[in-house]
């Protein structure tokens, strides 16, 4: 069973910056993609970032290129997304998701991903 617990959200202003975390735990664990996804009260969940395990390529949603980094700490069985910049339209629930399958350009659909955290909030004030 792999888990994933997301950390790292608050309240915070325009323009501030925060590190989401996410920690994977499972007996066995290898999942060659992980990503970051959000979901604004009443909106659909949208994908904001992905990073292959192995290899550490990555892919951003248009909305968060040049703000947000995605990283991943393989000693650590953690992902990271630095938040920079933040704006009031980021204000969602961040969620932490892993595919047992490298997804490439893919990597933006949730429908391929196979475990999900609980989620983080993480709200924007102006």
């Known amino acids: 069973q792999v888990q994933l617990t997301e950390s790292g959200g608050g309240s915070v202003q325009a323009g501030d910056s925060l590190r989401l975390s996410c920690a994977v735990s499972?007996?066995?664990?290898?999942?060659?993609?992980m990503g970051w996804f959000r979901q604004a009260a009443g909106k659909e969940r949208d994908f904001v970032a992905a990073i292959r395990w192995s290899g550490g390529n990555t892919y951003y949603a248009d909305s968060v290129k040049g703000r947000f980094t995605i990283s991943r700490d393989t000693a650590k069985n953690t992902v990271y997304l630095q938040v920079n910049s933040l704006k009031p339209d980021d204000t969602a629930v961040y969620y932490c998701a892993a595919s047992k399958y490298y997804l490439g350009d893919d990597s933006g659909m949730k429908n391929l991903y196979d475990y999900w955290g609980q989620g983080t909030q993480v709200t924007v004030s102006s």
């Open positions: 499972g007996r066995t664990f290898y999942s060659p993609t």
